[in-house]
């Protein structure tokens, strides 16, 4: 402003001003609100000149830009690199490119915030070859001695010849059903894919997530597993970072499982840039690594170190020295920043200032070696004290927190127990991000009326115990797992079991963003639950009730996410966003699968659960076997858990209340990021063209059956909750099914 209130003020003759100042003033104060005024008239005026450019226009203006240049608005997708302001000035240079495929790829990359491909069909046109005239360079048939080739069909990067498909690629036009029960991939793309006309427009739905410096998993004898739960997860690239425009996008560009073949043929795309060992310290050679399906394991060469990428396993040959200590760089695939992972969880913890609290520790430190020697220094804290234990990294510890071990939370206490990264400067200077913790072993929580504790960035293979009196406990980016622990193939080993015992009385329990087996909690209290998955293992097993699993549970507030299992609760104050997958069993004692003691309250809003639920009033709920659920899988520890594959029905995919699609993915904005690829492409293909868009993955995972042995002999699959042969999952002995 050119002049402020006692500027304007001074300008007054000063026999006015005098005269002001007998009077108390009045005209200083009548000049302070027109400077006031005034200076709003000036930035107004200023703000006028700036509105003309994209670059420093109020945000309302952005629209009326878009409108001079054709611009159409689109969904706005957190994920995404670019927002509109960004894109209408960037709608220029897409035009300078439209029509080419760089163009194409990038636009599909900046509207949805997810790696893509676009592949011109047509080029990968071919005739059928005559066995009279054969030409040898004629590629139209596919080399069976090209193994790496023959992986690729069917995906992206396939560049085998097709001949012609006359069906469209562009997703067919058809009459909206209320609700709709068509199936997802029929609404992205038609039935053919190579004709004259065709586009393939992929996308990626899972991200890389780094994990730095983590102790491997050892099962002896020179064996380790990547994962620190102890199973087989497959290893994702770690994509580069391109500029735009600068080149198409190629396989090391997007977030896919490392296929062992490639992983042989060119070994050094990967070790050491998506993942490397470290062997007492020291990084272990590339010549020292080779690429091997150790699916039974194997003899390993001499002086060699074999990785199955597929599979997540390393062995060492029997006449290496095998370390003290073997520690792994590697990138993990999941679709969401969900259960606790690398990702910077800051925003969503309480904003504590370590100087101030009263007490504060990190385990691994000489004070504080383990887990237990923290827990034991805070039980000694009296009431009202505040703490914070700080988790370091990547590691990973057995604990037994129970009994006189247990976290002892006095009156008015709040304890933080937190994964983060630490750094060399100060013991008190953490971050919240790229780091997450395993700890193996059961947590017991004794808390007095009004104690609080957070848990942040941990996973948890056993059971958190809740008891005493009125206690707040906050779980946020956590992973409890279910089935409580996994063996090496990934099967849950207590199928059913509670992750979470609540018995305390009053009991607040919180879960955000977390992943969870059964929750058992006891009446009396309260349960909320926010983009999360509670996960039975099974859709007749109990996934939220009281705290035998049978009576009813605390009162149950959730919203964005997925249940897998039944839900008995004595009122359900509100429901919205969430699929219920869930069903009762032959000859199962419950009324309903959603069962709620009390409908006079509460709300269930924008839900998918089962018709004959027993709930309060409902909204916009979905339900019914033609809307069932389908997703590509429901085992945890699959980088596709709990996605909904391209055979769940529209009604599903956006049926939020947003518009978004139902369930725990809610949050990750997939089907706005889709629709805005819709929107784009018919914009940027070349006149005549059409498209289809192709989700990676989309196909639900067909689960290997376990080879059939004698009926009286050897291991057997036993029916557990759904009894009527619909569901197999665990073991049992001798004359398992002979009843």
């Given at each position: 402003m050119?002049?402020?209130?006692?500027?304007?003020?001074?300008?007054?003759?000063?026999?006015?001003?005098?005269?002001?100042?007998?009077?108390?003033?009045?005209?200083?104060?009548l000049?302070?609100v027109?400077?006031?005024?005034a200076?709003?008239?000036?930035?107004?005026?200023?703000?006028?000149y700036?509105?003309?450019?994209?670059?420093?226009?109020?945000?309302?203006?952005?629209p009326y830009i878009?409108?001079?240049?054709?611009?159409n608005?689109?969904?706005?997708?957190?994920?995404?690199?670019?927002?509109?302001?960004?894109?209408?000035?960037?709608?220029?240079g897409?035009?300078?490119?439209?029509?080419?495929?760089?163009?194409?790829?990038q636009?599909?990359m900046?509207?949805?915030g997810?790696?893509?491909?676009?592949?011109?069909?047509?080029?990968?046109?071919?005739?059928?070859?005559s066995?009279?005239?054969?030409?040898?360079?004629?590629?139209?048939?596919?080399n069976?001695?090209?193994?790496?080739?023959?992986?690729?069909?069917?995906?992206?990067?396939?560049?085998?010849?097709?001949?012609?498909?006359?069906?469209?690629?562009?997703?067919?036009?058809?009459?909206?059903?209320?609700?709709?029960?068509?199936?997802?991939?029929i609404?992205?793309?038609?039935?053919?894919?190579?004709?004259?006309?065709?586009?393939?427009?992929?996308?990626?739905?899972?991200?890389?997530?780094?994990?730095?410096?983590?102790?491997?998993?050892s099962l002896?004898?020179?064996?380790?597993?990547?994962?620190?739960?102890?199973?087989?997860?497959?290893?994702f690239?770690?994509?580069?970072?391109?500029?735009?425009?600068?080149?198409?996008?190629?396989?090391?560009?997007?977030?896919?499982?490392?296929?062992r073949?490639?992983?042989?043929?060119t070994?050094?795309?990967f070790?050491?840039?998506s993942?490397?060992?470290?062997?007492?310290?020291?990084?272990?050679?590339?010549?020292?690594?080779f690429s091997?399906?150790?699916?039974?394991?194997?003899?390993?060469?001499?002086?060699?170190i074999?990785?199955d990428?597929?599979?997540?396993?390393?062995q060492?040959?029997?006449?290496?020295?095998?370390?003290?200590?073997?520690?792994?760089?590697?990138?993990?695939?999941?679709?969401?920043?969900?259960?606790g992972?690398?990702?910077?969880?800051?925003?969503?913890?309480?904003?504590?200032?370590?100087?101030?609290?009263?007490?504060?520790?990190?385990?691994?430190?000489?004070?504080?070696?383990?887990?237990?020697?923290?827990?034991?220094l805070?039980?000694?804290?009296?009431?009202?004290?505040?703490?914070?234990?700080?988790?370091p990294?990547?590691?990973?510890?057995?604990?037994?927190?129970?009994?006189?071990?247990?976290?002892?939370?006095?009156?008015?206490?709040q304890?933080?127990?937190?994964a983060?990264?630490?750094?060399?400067?100060?013991?008190?200077?953490?971050?919240?991000?790229?780091?997450?913790?395993?700890?193996?072993?059961?947590?017991?929580?004794s808390?007095a009326s009004?104690?609080?504790?957070?848990?942040?960035?941990i996973?948890i293979?056993?059971?958190?115990?809740?008891?005493?009196?009125?206690?707040?406990?906050?779980?946020?980016?956590?992973?409890?797992?279910?089935?409580?622990?996994?063996?090496?193939?990934?099967?849950?080993?207590?199928?059913?079991?509670?992750?979470?015992?609540?018995s305390?009385?009053?009991?607040?329990?919180?879960l955000?963003r977390?992943i969870?087996?059964?929750?058992?909690?006891?009446?009396?209290?309260?349960?909320?639950?926010?983009?999360?998955?509670?996960?039975?293992?099974?859709?007749?097993?109990?996934?939220y009730?009281?705290?035998?699993?049978?009576?009813?549970?605390?009162?149950?507030?959730?919203?964005?996410?997925?249940?897998?299992?039944?839900v008995?609760?004595?009122?359900?104050?509100?429901?919205?966003?969430?699929?219920?997958?869930?069903?009762?069993?032959?000859r199962?004692?419950?009324?309903?699968?959603?069962?709620?003691?009390?409908?006079?309250?509460?709300?269930?809003?924008?839900?998918?659960?089962?018709?004959?639920?027993?709930?309060?009033?409902?909204?916009?709920?979905?339900?019914?076997?033609?809307?069932?659920?389908?997703?590509?899988?429901?085992?945890?520890?699959?980088?596709?858990?709990?996605?909904?594959?391209?055979?769940?029905?529209?009604a599903?995919?956006?049926?939020?209340?947003?518009?978004?699609?139902?369930?725990?993915?809610?949050?990750?904005?997939e089907?706005?990021?889709?629709r805005?690829?819709?929107?784009?492409?018919?914009?940027?293909?070349?006149?005549?063209?059409?498209?289809g868009?192709f989700?990676?993955?989309?196909?639900?995972?067909?689960?290997?059956?376990?080879?059939?042995?004698?009926?009286?002999?050897?291991?057997?699959?036993?029916?557990?909750?759904?009894?009527?042969?619909?569901e197999?999952?665990?073991?049992?002995?001798?004359?398992?099914n002979?009843?």
């Amino acid at each position: 402003m050119s002049l402020n209130a006692d500027q304007l003020y001074a300008l007054l003759p000063a026999v006015y001003r005098t005269r002001d100042a007998a009077e108390g003033g009045p005209l200083q104060s009548l000049f302070a609100v027109i400077a006031q005024q005034a200076a709003i008239i000036e930035d107004n005026i200023e703000q006028l000149y700036d509105d003309q450019f994209i670059e420093t226009c109020a945000p309302w203006v952005i629209p009326y830009i878009g409108d001079l240049i054709g611009y159409n608005s689109i969904y706005d997708v957190t994920a995404a690199n670019i927002e509109s302001r960004a894109e209408v000035a960037n709608t220029i240079g897409y035009r300078r490119r439209k029509g080419t495929l760089i163009a194409l790829e990038q636009v599909a990359m900046d509207v949805s915030g997810r790696p893509a491909v676009a592949v011109e069909s047509f080029k990968r046109l071919i005739t059928t070859e005559s066995m009279r005239h054969v030409r040898a360079h004629h590629a139209a048939t596919a080399n069976l001695r090209r193994e790496n080739a023959l992986e690729k069909l069917g995906t992206a990067f396939d560049m085998q010849n097709c001949t012609i498909d006359v069906r469209r690629i562009a997703p067919r036009n058809r009459a909206a059903e209320d609700p709709d029960s068509t199936p997802l991939d029929i609404a992205l793309h038609g039935p053919g894919r190579f004709n004259i006309p065709d586009v393939d427009i992929w996308l990626w739905r899972w991200q890389s997530w780094p994990v730095r410096n983590a102790p491997a998993f050892s099962l002896g004898s020179g064996r380790y597993l990547f994962s620190q739960l102890g199973h087989d997860i497959p290893l994702f690239p770690q994509p580069v970072v391109r500029a735009s425009f600068s080149r198409l996008t190629t396989r090391m560009d997007v977030p896919q499982p490392i296929a062992r073949r490639e992983f042989l043929k060119t070994p050094g795309a990967f070790y050491g840039t998506s993942f490397q060992l470290y062997a007492d310290g020291e990084p272990v050679p590339l010549k020292q690594i080779f690429s091997a399906n150790l699916t039974h394991w194997c003899a390993v060469p001499a002086g060699m170190i074999a990785i199955d990428p597929e599979l997540g396993r390393i062995q060492f040959a029997s006449n290496l020295l095998l370390p003290q200590s073997l520690r792994l760089d590697y990138c993990y695939g999941f679709p969401a920043a969900l259960g606790g992972g690398p990702y910077d969880r800051s925003a969503s913890l309480p904003q504590r200032d370590p100087a101030k609290l009263n007490f504060f520790a990190v385990v691994g430190s000489s004070e504080t070696p383990t887990p237990e020697a923290a827990v034991a220094l805070w039980n000694q804290q009296p009431a009202r004290a505040t703490g914070l234990i700080i988790l370091p990294n990547f590691e990973s510890f057995s604990i037994d927190l129970t009994g006189s071990n247990a976290i002892q939370l006095p009156s008015g206490s709040q304890l933080s127990i937190v994964a983060a990264e630490t750094h060399s400067s100060s013991p008190q200077d953490v971050t919240f991000t790229n780091s997450r913790v395993v700890l193996s072993g059961n947590v017991e929580v004794s808390a007095a009326s009004t104690g609080q504790l957070v848990l942040s960035g941990i996973w948890i293979t056993g059971q958190l115990f809740i008891t005493g009196a009125a206690p707040n406990i906050q779980l946020m980016d956590c992973t409890l797992v279910p089935g409580l622990t996994l063996n090496v193939e990934g099967e849950p080993v207590a199928l059913g079991e509670p992750s979470i015992i609540s018995s305390a009385i009053e009991a607040t329990l919180s879960l955000t963003r977390c992943i969870s087996g059964p929750i058992a909690a006891a009446n009396g209290g309260t349960t909320r639950i926010c983009s999360s998955i509670v996960d039975g293992t099974s859709p007749c097993c109990v996934a939220y009730a009281g705290s035998d699993l049978a009576s009813a549970g605390a009162d149950l507030h959730i919203e964005d996410s997925t249940v897998v299992g039944k839900v008995h609760t004595r009122t359900m104050t509100m429901a919205s966003d969430t699929i219920f997958y869930t069903r009762l069993a032959r000859r199962d004692p419950w009324p309903a699968a959603i069962w709620c003691s009390r409908q006079q309250t509460g709300c269930v809003r924008f839900c998918l659960l089962p018709a004959n639920s027993i709930t309060p009033r409902q909204y916009k709920c979905l339900g019914g076997d033609a809307l069932a659920p389908q997703f590509i899988t429901r085992r945890y520890g699959n980088p596709s858990y709990m996605l909904l594959s391209g055979l769940a029905p529209l009604a599903i995919w956006q049926g939020a209340d947003n518009g978004s699609q139902i369930g725990i993915y809610n949050q990750i904005q997939e089907t706005e990021a889709v629709r805005n690829v819709q929107l784009r492409a018919t914009e940027y293909l070349p006149f005549g063209l059409e498209s289809g868009i192709f989700l990676v993955p989309s196909r639900p995972l067909v689960e290997q059956p376990i080879a059939p042995t004698p009926s009286y002999y050897g291991p057997q699959r036993a029916r557990t909750c759904c009894d009527d042969g619909t569901e197999d999952h665990g073991f049992t002995g001798i004359g398992a099914n002979l009843i």
